[in-house]
């Protein structure tokens, strides 16, 4: 028997800010979020912001 329900939850949600990037290896442009961003094109973390 399995029950769920109960507690109450408290959750924030933060904004994300997209920032838009360029690829050094391809020239790929492109926007993303987070710490570890990566050219979704060709894979590399050698990205700067445009």
């Known amino acids: 028997m399995c029950s769920a329900g ?4 408290n959750i924030e ?7 838009r990037y360029e690829c ?3 020239g790929n442009k492109f926007d993303s979020i987070g ?3 990566v050219c979704p094109s060709c894979l ?7």
């Not at 590399?44 to 445009?50: H, T, Y």
């Open 6 to 9: 109960g507690g109450d939850f």
């Open 35 to 37: 710490d570890k961003v």
């Open 24 to 26: 050094k290896d391809c």
């Open 13 to 19: 949600i933060e904004k994300m800010e997209v920032t």
């Open 44 to 50: 590399s973390e050698n990205v700067v912001v445009a």
